[in-house]
């Protein structure tokens, strides 16, 4: 069993800036791949951004160039560096953790994201 534990969401101004991290128990990191989701009121969920255990990262098209997902195997942890934050940014943002052979897949509590004035 793995947990994800998510933190950093927060209220920010147009424009601004967060980071978010999430931090996994429970099992070895290193052979999952490591995402982001997000979920706006109303909205299905959404993914925003995913990096391999090898390190390959993919974005959602309405985040790149903005959105930044990063990985420290050594601290168990994956973040997510947003800048240039937009209203329709804000959203409940999901850590996910997916087994990259077993396909077993992890889903963090969600923090929230508020982008406004």
């Known amino acids: 069993q793995v947990q994800l534990v998510e933190s950093g969401g927060g209220l920010v101004q147009p424009g601004g800036s967060l980071r978010l991290s999430c931090v996994t128990s429970?099992?070895?990191?290193?052979?999952?791949?490591m995402g982001w989701y997000r979920q706006a009121p109303g909205r299905q969920r959404e993914l925003v951004a995913t990096v391999t255990s090898g390190d390959g990262r993919v974005y959602a098209e309405s985040v790149k160039g903005r959105f930044t997902i990063s990985r420290d195997n050594t601290k168990n942890t994956v973040y997510l560096q947003m800048n240039s934050l937009k209203p329709e940014d804000t959203a409940v943002y999901y850590c996910?953790?997916?087994?990259?052979?077993?396909?077993?897949?992890?889903w963090g509590q969600g923090t929230q994201v508020t982008v406004s004035s």
């Open positions: 429970g099992s070895s990191f290193s052979p999952y791949n």
């Open positions: 996910n953790a997916r087994h990259r052979i077993l396909g077993t897949t992890y």
